[in-house]
């Protein structure tokens, strides 16, 4: 049995004034055949991974392609897309015949004259395997599932996990189902409902971590192979667009639609009661000093790099530092000139510093200060599970009896390590701020006191009646009152 796997991944903020091009992938994930390394996955690296290590044991052969994936940040250009495309597509045709393919992809991927990167890239996959090929995507659930997709692939899975913590398990069953299949044990068919609604679906708060155990009680029984929900990413204005429910199962198109149609019901029901309450930064900050047990984690969603964000924006920093906050700590600041000037500054000088608010009009104003250079790391990085998150060169900063953490790689918060790699320990602060929607749960969730979600003014806004759509298919809940959720797969 012989196996492909490669990956082709961003998430794309249509929105975002950053573009991405072939220096962002170069940048984060750039690995051509064999040089993946052997530690851990690498953003949406798990197929290929995973893989590599069944191989070994003997299950099939893999063939690997390459693996290339940048951070989320605005659409890529359609020289950068093709030029990656046309590699891993010369890499499939070399490895032929082949029995197997598994991709590792975003999912809300846009590039210039691309609006369905992954429907185009699996489509053009299929055309050159021809359909007696098994192929198999994994996807993060804050994706577009086009029809397109479902119709060239045999077997689509998302992750159940945000944050993603089973990015790994995922492609493990990914691969089992992919061998089963070309053994002839079963033969997945597929059905979608779209739930017409844009929503968050954080699965650490009681609602969706109820829903992700409700969907894996159906899995493995009864015929159903898979199921999947996918949440949408509401900052990829796509004509797909959209929260949708996917079921894989055996052989039977009925058992798979009557699944789909009743979880996908199901999570229409769930509308706007998945989110977490935002208070103000003002707000926030207050109530957070008003906790007499620390650390208090402070969450600014609205300047995640993870969906597009700069993560320069200054609005929740400023207020620490009005309200003067003792025993705090913030990060990440992408800031790659203020990191330069305080490595040539060095460990232990004062110097005057004008720190974020720099790329666009979300990103509010620069703060001018003066700070003390606290630590200086080349080549920093944190973790998410298994994944090891590059920071790119990183500073740490100190303002009042404030520390921030400034990088270079633009990235959000996931680890620990982000405060403990520059000598800060959160565990041992009253307040860590942190840029990210949810992600960060995974680590700094156990270590909180109390996680308070503030609404800043960057650019990923939580309101989502106010981002100017255009592409967006309508009717939409909640730009829409009324609409018609239903089975369209
Ligand atoms: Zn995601």
């Known amino acids: 049995m012989k196996l492909f796997a490669a990956t082709i991944a961003t998430e794309t903020n249509t929105f975002s004034p950053l573009p991405t091009s072939l220096e962002s992938f ?47 940040a605005g659409i890529t250009s359609k020289q950068a897309y093709e030029q990656l495309r046309e590699e891993v597509l010369a890499q499939v045709k070399n490895a032929l015949p082949l029995d197997g393919v598994l991709l590792g992809l975003h ?60 990015v790994a398990d995922r492609a493990e069953e990914l691969i089992d189902i992919v061998i089963r299949t070309i053994n002839g044990e079963v033969e997945p068919v597929m059905s979608m409902f779209d739930c017409r609604q844009i929503g968050s679906y954080p699965t650490t708060l009681p609602l969706m971590r109820a829903f ?18 996918i949440h949408c990413f509401p900052y990829g204005d796509v004509e797909d ?3 949708r429910l996917l079921v894989v199962a055996d052989g039977s198109k009925p058992k798979a639609d009557a699944l789909a149609e009743k979880l996908g019901l199901e999570l229409v029901a769930m509308r706007g009661k ?36 700069p993560s320069d924006n200054t609005n929740l920093l400023r207020t620490l530092i009005e309200k003067k906050v003792v025993s705090a700590c913030i990060g990440p600041i992408w800031d790659p000139i203020a990191v330069r000037l305080c490595f040539d500054a060095g460990v232990g000088a004062r110097i005057p510093l004008r720190l974020g608010g720099k790329i ?45 953490i400034i990088i ?42 109390e996680v308070i979600y503030v609404d800043s003014n960057g650019p990923l806004r939580r309101d989502y009646r106010s981002i100017p759509y255009k592409k967006v298919r309508r009717p939409i809940w909640p730009l829409d009152d009324h609409v018609e959720p239903k089975l369209v797969f």
């Open 26 to 72: 170069r940048e984060v994930v750039f690995y051509r055949p064999g040089e993946h390394p052997n530690d851990a996955p690498r953003m949406c690296t798990a197929p290929l991974f995973v893989a590599r290590s069944r191989a070994t044991r003997g299950d099939f052969v893999l063939i690997e392609g390459s693996c290339f994936a940048a951070s989320p």
């Open 107 to 166: 999912g809300a991927m846009v590039a210039h004259g691309y609006d369905d990167v992954e429907g185009d890239l699996i489509a053009q996959v299929r055309s050159i395997v021809g359909d007696a090929c098994v192929i198999g995507v994994e996807h993060d659930p804050h994706c577009h599932m086009t029809i397109k997709r479902l119709q060239h692939c045999d077997v689509m899975i998302c992750y159940k996990e945000f944050p993603h913590t089973d």
């Open 212 to 229: 992700v155990e409700r969907m894996k009680s159906f899995e493995g029984r009864d015929g159903i192979l898979s199921v999947s929900a």
């Open 241 to 243: 667009l959209g929260s």
């Open 274 to 309: 998945t989110t977490p309450e935002f208070l103000s930064v003002q707000n926030g900050v207050d109530k957070a000093i008003a906790i007499r047990e620390g650390p208090v984690v402070i969450a600014d969603p609205a300047d995640n790099a993870g969906g597009g964000a």
């Open 360 to 404: 666009g009009p979300d990103s509010d104003t620069p703060i001018d200060a003066s700070v003390e250079v606290i630590a200086t790391i080349e080549d920093c990085w944190q973790s998410f599970g298994p994944t090891q998150v590059p920071l790119g060169d990183c500073v740490c900063v100190r303002i009042d009896s404030i520390d921030i």
């Open 408 to 449: 270079t790689k633009r990235t959000q918060a996931l680890g620990l390590e982000l405060f403990r790699n520059l000598g800060v320990e959160p565990t041992e602060r009253h307040l860590v701020c942190v840029k990210s929607t949810n992600h960060f749960m995974a680590a700094f969730g156990p270590i909180a006191s």
